[in-house]
């Protein structure tokens, strides 16, 4: 079946530190691709996308490069900041039987910048 | 900028009781969806709703459960009889198309469910 599979745990860089945030995927569909953050109390946002093989996702100087050939979508970013700690899920949307979309999630990585 | 809301943000129930917890999805959306995270895990989907019906439903989503959209607004999830392992946080997504190019679903801030 569909799964994600991403960095776990917790991740601790220091501010203006350099990030990636590993995720794979498996899937016989062609899905897009999504991370999605969550702060504390609040349910997961839209972080960004890739509808396609080789479509770059970017928001606020993340970056994250949907690769079909590694069937991977790590989650980069060259100088993190405090305000980017959050929890942070990659997750594929895939069609079922009956032509819906539902999203299949990794277990989430946590990140922790320190100032 | 509209957004899904839910209620309560945290129900403590006891084991055996019923628990409804509620959903408003953005106006113009079309489907609707139910998500848990037990604490510390991943997202797990539950049920996807389109149309007045199930689109689609997992194995949690076992005949303890329900949902219903009773009045053109509300998305509501029962749980018949809690067990204690239905402690999660319950997220409510929608979305206005299953097919669009930009696909997204967009999500309400959770509703706790504690059960003792």
């Known amino acids: 079946g569909d799964s994600v599979v991403q960095t776990e745990g917790q991740v601790l860089p220091s501010e203006g530190d350099s990030l990636i945030v590993n995720c794979s995927y498996e899937t016989t569909q062609y899905p897009s691709l999504f991370w999605y953050v969550q702060y504390p109390g609040e349910g997961p946002q839209l972080h960004l996308k890739?509808?396609?093989a080789n479509d770059k996702g970017r928001n606020k100087g993340f970056e994250a490069m949907y690769r079909k050939e590694t069937t991977s979508f790590h989650l980069e970013k060259d100088s993190v900041q405090e305000s980017d700690s959050a929890v942070y899920f990659c997750?594929?949307?895939?069609?079922?039987?009956?032509?819906?979309?539902?999203?299949?999630w990794g277990l989430g990585t946590s990140l922790a910048v320190n100032p | 900028e509209p957004e899904v809301t839910q209620t309560p943000s945290h129900q403590v129930t006891q084991m055996g009781q019923e628990v409804i917890l509620r959903c408003v999805p953005i106006?113009?959306?079309?489907?609707f969806y139910w998500y848990r995270q037990i604490l510390g895990q991943k997202v797990e989907f539950l049920v996807s709703f389109y149309n007045n019906e199930i689109s689609e439903k997992s194995e949690i989503f076992d005949d303890q459960f329900s949902v219903e959209r009773p009045d053109g607004s509300n998305f509501t999830l029962k749980i018949r009889s809690t067990k204690l392992e239905d402690s999660a946080m319950y997220f409510c997504a929608s979305s206005t198309s299953r097919t669009e190019p930009s696909y997204e679903q967009y999500f309400g801030p959770g509703t706790r469910l504690t059960v003792t």
């Open positions: 106006s113009n959306h079309l489907y």
């Open positions: 890739a509808m396609k």
């Open positions: 997750a594929l949307s895939a069609f079922n039987a009956g032509n819906n979309r539902k999203l299949i």
